[in-house]
């Protein structure tokens, strides 16, 4: 069998996890840098090749992809789909995960609680709406991963020069109510019919869990509530490989944010999570070969 690896802006070390496991189940492991890749059109059939390799002779891919160059990841993927190769996600939830206020608005349709949130793209509406939410408001850059983009302000003035900011910026402001909690979330990581409980713990006084921003992590037993809302998302989404964000509190846990492509936290579980992925991938596409 055959596997490629698509891989954006991610570290060596990660890229190296992946492909030293893969090379453990499948026959053939290929790694596509996303820069390298191109998609071609005529003659009624789109082909996506990686130098002269045609994407649609492997068994399966597997996209390591964030948000960096989303629009044309957003026509990979939609190219992919077509030719019948296994995908541990599906476009929808590609584009869900890349948009934050999308993935709430969507997850919130299948009656899982979330933030209250806001979006606009006018400055003065969201301060308005900010100020409905009630400070402290956390804010959110729709397309910021790993923690960067998000910020907690604690009033009116810190949140005006912000604000105007982002408008120089063309970015627009989700406004969301902040929940405290004591520096730490949990991760549901869905892995097929598994899901893995991960919780992350921020460092100091660093409000933000996430281990990128100096953060910590740890094998931890879910909840059976966070454990079935996990799985509803990834099936909503269409996902099987996800990372699925929560924070606990005193009323049960509150949707955060997922992810399609979950962080292995290396230096915490070494490839053991890069395996696992990997195998779910493998057993898929054996379990559908003729």
Known sequence: MKL???SGPEGDDVKQHFLEEAQKLFDTVVYAPLH???????????????KNTDLSTFDAIYPRVFVHDFLFIETLID?????????????EGY???????????????????????SLTITPHVALAMSKKIGFPIVLKLLRGFGGKGVMMLKSEEELRPVLDTLQVFNE??????????????????????DVLGIKRQSEGTEWRANVSQGGSAELVDLDENITEMARQIATFLGMDICGVDFIETPDGP????????????KDYFG???AKKMLEHIYNRVSSSSP
Do not use: M, W
Request: aromatic share 8%.
């Open 4 to 6: 490629c690896i698509i």
């Open 36 to 50: 390298e890749l191109r998609i071609e059109c005529g003659d009624g059939k789109t082909t996506i090749l990686n």
């Open 79 to 91: 190219a992919l789909e077509e030719t019948g190769v296994y995908l541990p996600f599906s476009l």
């Open 95 to 117: 584009q869900a995960t890349i948009h934050k206020f999308l993935s709430v608005e969507r997850v919130a349709r299948i009656g899982v609680p979330v933030p209250d949130s």
């Open 172 to 193: 627009f402001p989700l406004s969301q109510k902040f929940i405290p909690n004591e520096g730490h979330d949990i991760r549901a990581l869905v892995i097929g019919d």
């Open 254 to 265: 509150v949707f955060l944010e997922v992810n399609c492509t979950p962080g292995i936290f």
């Open 271 to 273: 490839s053991g999570l």
